[in-house]
């Protein structure tokens, strides 16, 4: 069960409420701090990343990906940096989807405090904003890389809209590797510094994103999601059941 604190409820490892899909990751973290809706730590998701220098290209690519994904039912999951992250957060929202946002530092300390706004935006609209760190834990340059593993650990698989070749992105696909997890990548003009991360990934096996529906056709095929709204009908071993129920849901 959650420990509940004045703002926030604290979920241990040993919890039957820590997420299965991150308990089993190569460095798990002991403890997750959240606020926000925790029952999204529960569904499915996808973790969409990217350079900060986000181009208008990453930022069309972000809003097409993440709209399919809010209507195939999947969490968006991203670390609400600046770039691709923020709008990866923002472009789900505005699908009236889900999102769950991971930090570098305590949930009470957004960095960039440019994005306090969207991260309150995230909460109220029945999001999530979790974090391994306690309160007033600063950002530092070793604590962002560390949270990713979070980010794809939290996933089925990781998308990386833009990334040069130092993005903290390819730490995250990285991760996703080791965990187990697919690695999705946005192809890019060979001449664009923001592509050559991307690209990079694409020469090294990571799965091509040539239309926003690539990602969920892909879990769609595997069976891992359904699209709402699409009634998955049973299937029956005993021939005199199966007859039954289709006499009863035969129309006329």
Same mark, same amino acid.
């Given at each position: 069960?959650?420990?509940?604190?004045?703002?926030?409820?604290?979920?241990?490892?040993?919890?039957?409420?820590?997420?299965?899909?991150?308990? %089993?990751?190569?460095?798990?973290?002991?403890?997750?701090?959240?606020?926000?809706?925790?029952?999204?730590?529960?569904?499915?998701?996808?973790? #969409?990343?990217?350079?900060?220098?986000?181009? %208008?290209?990453?930022?069309? #690519?972000?809003?097409?990906?993440?709209?399919?994904?809010?209507?195939?039912?999947?969490? #968006?999951?991203?670390?609400?940096?600046?770039?691709?992250?923020?709008?990866? %957060?923002?472009?789900?929202?505005?699908?009236?989807?889900?999102?769950?946002?991971?930090?570098?530092?305590?949930?009470?300390?957004? =960095?960039?405090?440019?994005?306090?706004?969207?991260?309150?935006?995230?909460?109220?609209?029945?999001?999530?904003?979790?974090?391994?760190?306690?309160?007033?834990?600063?950002?530092?340059?070793?604590?962002?890389?560390? !949270?990713? !593993?979070?980010?794809?650990?939290?996933?089925?698989?990781?998308?990386?809209?833009?990334?040069? !070749?130092?993005?903290?992105?390819?730490?995250?696909?990285?991760?996703?590797?080791?965990?187990?997890?697919? #690695?999705?990548?946005?192809?890019?003009?060979?001449?664009?510094?923001?592509?050559?991360?991307?690209?990079?990934?694409?020469?090294?096996?990571?799965?091509?994103?040539?239309?926003?529906?690539?990602? =969920?056709?892909?879990?769609?095929?595997?069976?891992?999601?359904? !699209?709402?709204? %699409?009634?998955?009908?049973?299937?029956?071993?005993?021939?005199?059941?199966?007859?039954?129920?289709?006499?009863?849901?035969?129309?006329?």
């Amino acid at each position: 069960m959650a420990r509940t604190t004045t703002d926030a409820s604290i979920i241990f490892r040993d919890d039957r409420a820590f997420p299965e899909c991150l308990r %089993h990751i190569p460095d798990p973290p002991k403890l997750l701090y959240c606020r926000g809706n925790v029952e999204l730590l529960t569904r499915p998701a996808i973790a #969409v990343v990217g350079t900060r220098k986000m181009t %208008h290209y990453g930022a069309q #690519v972000t809003d097409a990906v993440a709209q399919e994904l809010v209507r195939a039912g999947l969490v #968006v999951v991203s670390g609400l940096a600046f770039g691709v992250d923020a709008r990866a %957060h923002a472009s789900t929202l505005d699908a009236r989807g889900a999102t769950i946002a991971v930090l570098g530092s305590g949930i009470d300390t957004i =960095t960039p405090t440019t994005n306090e706004r969207l991260g309150q935006r995230i909460i109220e609209s029945g999001g999530l904003i979790v974090s391994e760190y306690p309160d007033t834990t600063p950002a530092d340059k070793w604590t962002f890389p560390k !949270r990713n !593993r979070i980010i794809s650990g939290l996933s089925l698989g990781v998308v990386v809209i833009e990334a040069d !070749r130092e993005s903290g992105s390819l730490i995250t696909a990285q991760h996703a590797l080791e965990q187990g997890r697919d #690695v999705f990548a946005v192809p890019g003009s060979i001449f664009a510094a923001s592509s050559h991360g991307t690209n990079y990934l694409i020469a090294q096996g990571a799965r091509p994103v040539l239309a926003a529906s690539d990602i =969920t056709q892909e879990y769609l095929e595997r069976g891992l999601i359904h !699209r709402p709204g %699409h009634l998955q009908l049973p299937t029956f071993d005993d021939p005199v059941a199966a007859a039954i129920f289709a006499i009863l849901t035969t129309n006329g």
